[in-house]
């Protein structure tokens, strides 16, 4: 499967953004999608994450509240509503694919959100 993330940009604190990751290539519906998230000079963390029926949905801590994970299937797209933006949300966004229980072994390029304060 392949991905493709897109929809960051520059906001100012407080403000909001909707990111969207475009699939191809196989059967969407079968992948566990998550997002993650590379701060300048830190390590790639773990965002969120969605299940194949959207069952399952799972965010961390530091994003709770905030942020919210969803998926249509039929568009072949999964979606983080990012809101109440604060500077430290400042990353590289990526989403990923896994099939099943299996690692995050598909990801897309990232796309950027920088948030001013």
């Known amino acids: 499967v392949q991905l493709q993330a897109s929809g960051g940009g520059s906001v100012q604190a407080g403000g909001y953004l909707r990111l969207s990751c475009a699939a191809s290539?196989?059967?969407?519906?079968?992948?566990?999608v998550g997002w993650f998230r590379r701060a300048p000079g830190k390590e790639r963390e773990f965002v969120a994450r969605?299940?194949?029926?959207?069952?399952?949905?799972f965010v961390t801590d530091s994003v709770m509240g905030r942020f919210t994970i969803s998926r249509d299937n039929a568009k072949n797209a999964v979606y983080l509503q990012m809101n109440s933006l604060k500077p430290e949300d400042t990353a590289v966004y990526y989403c990923?694919?896994?099939?099943?229980?299996?690692?995050?072994?598909?990801w897309g390029q990232g796309t950027l959100v920088t948030v001013s304060s």
């Open positions: 990923a694919a896994a099939l099943g229980a299996g690692q995050f072994g598909y």
């Open positions: 290539g196989r059967t969407f519906s079968n992948y566990v």
């Open positions: 969605i299940g194949w029926n959207s069952g399952r949905k």
